[in-house]
């Protein structure tokens, strides 16, 4: 029982050198889709950034790796060779050489450390160029960059003014009307059949 009990316990096991050689950190990357302006307070403004840095072996597979890591944040300079303008903050720096520091920056999901770069003055509207210096503890640099881009503004739609259709009168047909005789007035007489009057003979006439 003992024995059961001490083969459950974590043992401190030292990495033979070839293990160093196969799944050795080899490179870092910082992880674009996941590194944003972010906040991280809930308060409704933009904290800082949020950095998800990966770290690969030999075969592109994430590992860890213990050191210290310095993050510079610049502008951005567009059509530029070098993209960095000026350094807009201090640079901030991540240790990654103890258990705590492991623990407190590795993402088990992502599979990568994330550091949170505090900055109240970020402008989720500006571009930025952040860059990355890894110091390994056993020696060793790895170097990395990305551009921020900043959040573009949603175009205002002036809404069109809602024209009615235009209302068609059709006229209504007039009321059908009875042409009836004009009356003739009781007060007049009534007129007589017309007949020929034939003057009587002349006496001087046969």
């Not at 998800?52 to 597979?61: M, R, S, T, Y």
């Not at 505090?118 to 640099?141: K, N, Q």
């Not at 921020?148 to 009307?177: F, L, Q, Y």
């Amino acid at each position: 029982m003992v024995a059961g009990c001490a083969s459950d316990m974590p043992q401190n096991v030292t990495r033979t050198p070839l293990d160093q050689m196969l799944f050795g950190p080899t490179g870092m990357r910082i992880q674009p889709v996941f590194t944003q302006v972010r906040d991280w307070t809930d308060d409704g403004k933009p904290d800082g950034i949020e950095v998800v840095l990966g770290i690969q072996d030999q075969f592109g597979d994430p590992t860890k790796a213990s050191g210290r890591i310095i993050f510079e944040l610049y502008t951005y300079r567009a059509y530029n060779p070098d993209p960095r303008g000026t350094r807009v903050v201090a640079p901030w720096e991540g240790r990654l050489d103890s258990i705590e520091d492991q623990r407190a920056r590795w993402n088990r999901v992502n599979r990568a450390y994330i550091f949170q770069l505090a900055y109240d003055d970020i402008r989720p509207g500006e571009s930025y160029v952040l860059t990355s210096m890894f110091e390994l503890t056993g020696g060793g640099r790895f170097f990395d960059r990305l551009i921020i881009e900043g959040e573009k503004a949603e175009p205002k739609t002036s809404t069109p003014p809602v024209i009615a259709p235009p209302v068609i009168v059709t006229p209504s047909p007039a009321p059908a009307t009875t042409t009836r005789p004009a009356s003739i007035p009781a007060s007049a007489p009534a007129s007589s059949p017309t007949t020929a009057h034939t003057p009587p003979p002349r006496a001087d006439q046969p």
